[in-house]
């Protein structure tokens, strides 16, 4: 009998990236094996993918709830330990919250709830269950993301004084310049896909790993968001000033009309002794700049990097890893959770990264509404 | 009943970084199951191994003889269909010859045998067998890679005037220059390695690839090999011109003492129309050079990329994949070739890639030993 | 007799790197001959330095007036034609406006004046003496950035719709973080610096550019500034938010505190069609995204390229030039319209960029301590 | 009157873009003044050109001799003291054995000469003339050249153990494969061109870079050249493989038909501490590795470099200098030894240079010739 964490999905079928991207994350450390759950709430669909995947079907269930009812039936040793929740967006809180409810671990794609208030009662509910939760920030999990945040944890860019983040991106440009397109689109109607586009799909990933990798707090926001046309109900494009704990200013550049950009996630931190710069598209080089030093370019694998670091990477340098691998190292991260072995907090992004993410979402936007002043984020425990 | 294809491994328990590429890349497109195998000729290891990754036990057997044995008796539809050797390399031979004989696919890791004699009679082994083989020339699996292949053999270069792979690391200087470490080391002893070290470790990558990749085939080669001490009795370093057909001259450039070099793999092929540049380190760029306009460069995902490419990658452009993603792409390929389903010949590299890669690297030894001369490629079919 | 450009120099003796910048700008395409100046207000320096640099000494004068009150007393066929202004800040506006008032053409370093006030006078000033007149923003010299200008403005991009400049440099913290150097220092006293340091130093810069490469103009700024310590008087890094004509949105990041940066300077500019990026720090190469084609990469020198910018371009492809030459060529477009030549609209910047850099710092400054709220910048022509 | 040197110049008129090259160069530090030459054996051209540029025409010679000869009529102290040739290739030998012969300075574009016995020639003549000779061998000025070069000798790297160029252009194409203009072309001429084109133009450049960077001498080199037409006359590509001195091997890669590469000149240099690496189009970087150390990038500027590589540094970091600045280096430390100043033997490359570099043209054809086989390098001093 295996000892793997008996893993449930819920959406991710047919040709669904996050789906794939899920699945093989989870396999790529041998600790999680699928065992059932909610591919598509058409039937027929749902028992297909299940086979196309190689799943057996009897624990392929017709609907969420129904998952949940029968699980629970089973004895704990074959229940499903941990539910990966990839459904659209309006989904993800009643979803999680009642797995939470009743016992069950979570991974939730991001954002994680539609709005910041059930980001807070989603909270509530996790501290009454105590089970593990995660919010798949991915990028989180790159080996050289984890050694910067270490590297600033222990102090080797000394007092940190700017934070900078850009997340450019292009592929919105054949929908906005398309009046038809731009009305007509879930990703740009406000009651399918919440008060925010483009801060809310990358500005907030932006947020959350500013404070991951350099521990300051984003404390208050200034936001100009741009919508370019007077019919188009979402930004599709943002700028946020930003000032932290710490007294340290910063600013969060995002775009979905950057013509061109794939998606160029930049993220730089300087301190008074250092700065680190790090790109996504180019994961697995870390720049350290001194004042008057040769600029130091760390790649994963290497023993001069941190534990957390290292334990993201599989192979020796030169061996490029890349975003499944970065996504595996959250599912491992969640897995020691789970098994309760002891782990780094920089692992996951746990409920309190989520709860951020959307009040940041909520705040920009606020802060645009109203002539683009200072709005506070809130304090959440 | 799952409809995945069922997997054994050999070797690669424990800490194997060849074991854990291999099984994720087996997971990747949920195509595959493993069902048994033998990773450790210690038996506690070996079931222990098994254990540690989740693997019910009734299949892990004993030696690699047992295997063969008990599995022939299960009824083909639970049989092991193929078996993916990762033992150390004189083993490669004997297991593969076996499990070909006894109607087993193969997935093999380089180098496929240990000598040319060994390999050719593989081949004809395959012959009679007809079953799936594959050797793990991994970096043929990148998708940018697939792609320089497939603009090549569309002509976009025009015709063929340079080959150039440069395959530089510098892992080996701590062994080199320490005379009681080269002496013991098993990568420097021909009796457990074979004939060549740095070519025969990564020359013969540079010479699958420069193939793989151009279409032309290398007909000569003339070697400068070199040992640095003359107690050493194996190769760190080679450079080895190139005639090929077609009237084409090139050149691979291989070292293990390029210090401070990781995995330094670049290839280049230039035609009369234009030229084309891949670097294994970044692999998820192909620079395309014509004269005379602006430099181009392709990326995955995109739909201006081959079939071959597209089908390599999963995530949309600007969500780097990487080397477990180019081994997943391998393992892709042999199940559309086991399953019988329609695939194209550069998916996976096959016997003659194995073949040919052996006697590339007899010939580069002996061009050295003979005073760097010319010495002819034989050819196989 | 010579036909070259008699230029006079003022400042830039010893060992002023703008000095030599100069100097050899002027040169690059033999059309100058520096004939006199004042190199120091010493009168040992400098006489010293004219030696130094191999001039004779006759027409090097002991003060600015002096040299104008001598050299209007020369026949105007000897006399000094272009006086190139290199002293402190403070004095370019006495200099260039007597300059102008007497029939001299100038080339002015930048920041053109201390005040917007100032830069009122001296364009007022320019329009009654109709000579040439040129502000050195030296990075609108460079062959790409004028190619990156000629593209946008032949609508290679379609219609803009962001622009971003990010300027960050790292050198100030040895002052700013040591309590009595950041009082001393001259660069941080807004006596001797005028009103802003990062804004003023480089932020005018990143203004400047945007508005010469888009063709859009930037019509009102929200700056949130960053003095990093209450007994600090001057901004050492601002983000400052663009509104702009044509309905554009961008924004300006600037920093002296972006430890271990050096000279950090690029400019992003997205329009519906395609994007265009440059890198000062990389200044040969251009990059255009299209959205679903491959990035291409210009470069100097090729065909492809517009008149404007291999006019600028002295040597084929893959011979680098720099900064010498980018400044060498704002020298060559002086030329042209002293000699009545016909040339470019982007040769060289004009009053109107000094005058507008001037207005943008004073507004950056002003937006930032009315609490970070919008400020138009005033149309000149 | 000035204290600069009297520079003449042969060659270089018209449109020739060494004859900027060379002009710039010489103005960069303003140490040189032109007081005349032969642009161009055409009178007018010879004397419009000199106009062109500013020049009083009283010293433009109708011819080489008469240069000569109208040169030693006036006084020492007014007299040319140095000559810059760039004249076409076969002119290089006689108008530096002459000018040598009559005591004056020579600044001599490469190649130095047409054979190797001119070389050993002009070299004697040089030992009696006891003047300076420099041969521009331009690239070799570069700031992060010399630090590699002192970086090296300081032994940074620890002992030599490989050595590695690739210069690689695509500019040949459209002549080497229309039959009419391979057949014309002067540059495919033996008899006009000397005996070899790719090796003679850039295979020799990376000669003389190892050398100049690594200290370690070539001794024996084996070279497989390509002519791709057996019409054609001269080689256009070809791999030579080196041993050098200290046991240490290598390889020079040069081709000129290496499609849609501009300048691609590549230098690195493997000690047993660290490696070294260095890229003619991107000049202000040089790659320092290190096993299991972050890779350093050092760029010039910094006061963590050699004295030598300051010296040839302008601006601070991050104002990128280029091609035109390097050669200033090289007439910067011409300028030191006319002047008897102090200065590094790196400054510029000397007659020993020039001559062993038509030494390695004779033998990688001769090698070529006869069957690629290993032929070796004369020793000269």
């Not at 004084?161 to 310049?177: E, L, R, S, T």
């Not at 500005?203 to 300051?216: P, Q, R, W, Y």
Request: charged fraction near 25%.
């Amino acid at each position: 009998m295996s000892n793997k964490i008996r893993l449930g999905i819920l959406g991710g079928g047919g040709d669904s990236l996050i789906g794939i991207l899920h699945r093989v994350a989870s396999s790529m450390y041998d600790k999680y094996q699928i065992v059932g759950g909610v591919f598509n709430p058409n039937w027929e669909d749902n028992i297909g993918f299940a086979k196309q995947i190689g799943l057996p079907t009897n624990r392929i269930y017709k609907d969420f709830d129904t998952l949940i009812e029968e699980e629970l039936k089973l004895p704990e040793s074959e229940r499903i330990q941990v539910v990966s929740i990839l459904t659209p967006n309006f989904l993800h809180f009643p979803m999680a919250n009642k797995l939470l409810e009743n016992g069950f671990h979570v991974i939730c794609e991001k954002p994680m709830t539609t709005t910041y208030e059930e980001a807070k009662i989603l909270n509530q509910t996790l501290k009454k269950a105590q089970t593990v939760f995660a919010v798949t920030y991915t990028y989180t999990g790159y080996p050289m993301v984890r050694q910067m945040r270490e590297m600033i944890l222990n102090g080797e860019l000394g007092t940190i004084q700017k934070v900078d983040a850009q997340y450019y991106q292009g592929w919105i440009n054949p929908i906005i310049h398309d009046k038809e397109k731009r009305s007509s689109t879930w990703r740009l109607n406000p009651e399918k896909s919440g008060i925010s586009c483009c801060i809310g799909d990358i500005g907030t990933h932006a947020f959350d790993m500013l404070e991951f990798v350099s521990g300051v707090k984003i404390e208050s926001v200034l936001a100009d968001l741009n919508y370019l046309y007077s019919d188009n109900k979402m930004d599709i494009d943002g700028t946020v000033l930003l000032r932290c704990s710490k007294n340290v200013k910063g600013v969060i550049c995002s775009s979905q009309i950057a013509t061109g950009e794939e998606n160029s996630f930049i993220v730089k931190v300087y301190g008074d002794k250092a700065g680190l710069k790090w790109e996504q598209e180019n994961p697995n080089y870390l720049y350290l700049m001194e004042d008057g030093k040769p600029l130091r370019v760390l790649k994963p694998g290497h023993s001069y990097n941190s534990e957390l670091s290292l334990d993201g990477t599989k192979l020796p340098p030169g061996h490029p890893e890349g975003i499944f691998d970065s996504m595996g190292n959250i599912y491992k991260g969640v897995a020691k959770a789970i098994n309760k072995e002891p782990y780094n907090h920089g692992e996951f992004p746990t409920i309190i990264d989520g709860v951020r993410g959307m009040n940041f979402i909520e705040k920009a936007v606020e802060s645009h509404q109203k002539g683009n002043v200072w709005v506070d984020i809130e304090n959440v425990d």
